[in-house]
């Protein structure tokens, strides 16, 4: 049975430096995941891998150990913008978000701080859970 909210409509805007300023005047922090904890392991793990010789044991290894850093970045990302998501959805009756040429962005100017921010699932979850 889906929930029925009886919560006020709402507008989203979404920035780099702030993932999202609601029109009611909240603001939701960018917690920049990739910054934060990963981005110079990932690179570091890359790098590994890129040195070890081709269909090695080795390399086998190496490129698990970047996969796993690529999924635990996924993850947390994913887990904050479904938690954040989820908590707008439980407040509000309707969400309004701007329409977005992501892709288009994301080819032109701020690529590493609009994947960081994870823009393309904010409205993929605000889909799913309205």
């Avoid at 960018?30 to 269909?55: F, Q, T, Y």
């Avoid at 044991?57 to 479904?82: G, I, P, Q």
């Avoid at 707008?88 to 032109?108: A, D, K, P, T």
Wanted: aromatic share 6%.
């Amino acid at each position: 049975m889906p929930y029925a909210n009886e919560g006020g409509v709402v507008g989203v805007d979404l920035g780099l430096s702030k993932l999202a300023v609601v029109s009611d005047g909240s603001i939701i922090a960018n917690p920049r995941h990739a910054r934060a904890m990963n981005e110079r392991k990932i690179a570091v793990l890359g790098r590994r891998l890129s040195k070890k010789k081709k269909r090695s044991h080795n390399r086998v290894k190496a490129k698990v150990k970047l996969a796993r850093a690529y999924e635990k970045l996924a993850n947390s990302r994913r887990d904050f913008l479904n938690k954040t998501s989820c908590s707008l959805v439980h407040r509000y009756g309707v969400i309004s978000l701007e329409n977005l040429n992501i892709m288009g962005m994301v080819q032109e100017k701020f690529d590493k701080s609009i994947n960081d921010a994870g823009w393309g699932f904010v409205g993929e979850y605000a889909l799913l859970q309205g």
